[in-house]
């Protein structure tokens, strides 16, 4: 199909088709009766006619004569006059709009409209801190010499731990370090530690909560911390 602009509007320009969304300048007028703004591209190019234009009055002998004899009504004649010049004048106006019109047409053809994308900033995930891990508290900070039997202390959880160290300098040559755990009726329950050594140092763990009491048998001295 061919896009088939009716004779009173401005020609358009050879395979122009009207984009999306396009309407005709109002300054055109309608179109006519029963015109077809699409016609098969197989049909000819209706034509507009030829441009009319204005005529001169060739003067002849005829003329001259009702010329002469007009001369007695020459206020009539110069206002006829008047009123012809001002008519032919304003055809030129005319025709200046409607080229006017017809360089508008392709301007609006034309139009490009630009869309710009704004990409989503990126996301940076925030690091989690790792979970503290809780230290074991201090159930019993133990410090001695020679033989000794520890108070009672309680223990809640299921494990635990007895670290020791000892030092048998002062003994002059290797010395014994026995520790053994008791519940609090006097139960054996195990020996966290047998040691014989100039010195020393080691933990053990332990299983079970309740109430419990340390047995120590050494020349020497030493240091027990037991944490749970």
């Not at 006619?49 to 060739?58: A, D, E, L, S, Y």
């Not at 206020?75 to 009123?83: G, L, V």
Request: proline share 11%; hydrophobic share 40%.
């Amino acid at each position: 199909m061919r896009f088939n602009p009716p004779p009173n509007w401005p020609p358009s320009p050879a395979g122009w088709t009207p984009p999306a969304g396009w309407s005709p300048d109002p300054s055109w007028g309608p179109t006519p009766a029963g015109w077809q703004l699409w016609v098969d591209d197989t049909s000819p190019t209706p034509s507009r006619g030829p441009k009319r234009r204005g005529r001169w009055i060739v003067p002849t002998a005829v003329g001259v004569v009702a010329l002469l004899v007009g001369i007695g009504i020459g206020n009539t004649s110069k206002a006829k006059t008047t009123t012809a010049s001002s008519a032919a004048a304003a055809t030129p106006a005319t025709v200046t709009v409607t080229e006017t019109a017809q360089a508008s047409a392709p301007a609006q053809a034309a139009a490009t409209v630009t869309v710009t994308a704004t990409a989503p900033a990126p996301v940076q995930a925030t690091p989690t801190a790792a979970p503290a891990v809780a230290k074991p508290a201090v159930i019993a900070d133990i410090k001695g010499n020679g033989i000794k039997q520890t108070g009672n202390f309680n223990v809640q959880a299921d494990q635990w731990t007895i670290a020791y160290a000892f030092d048998c300098t002062a003994f002059g040559q290797s010395g014994n370090f026995s520790v053994s755990v008791y519940t609090s009726d006097g139960t054996p329950s195990d020996i966290a530690a047998n040691a014989i050594a100039i010195k020393g140092q080691d933990s053990t763990v332990e299983h079970g909560a309740g109430t419990y009491y340390l047995q120590v048998d050494s020349e020497c001295s030493w240091h027990i911390v037991v944490t749970g």
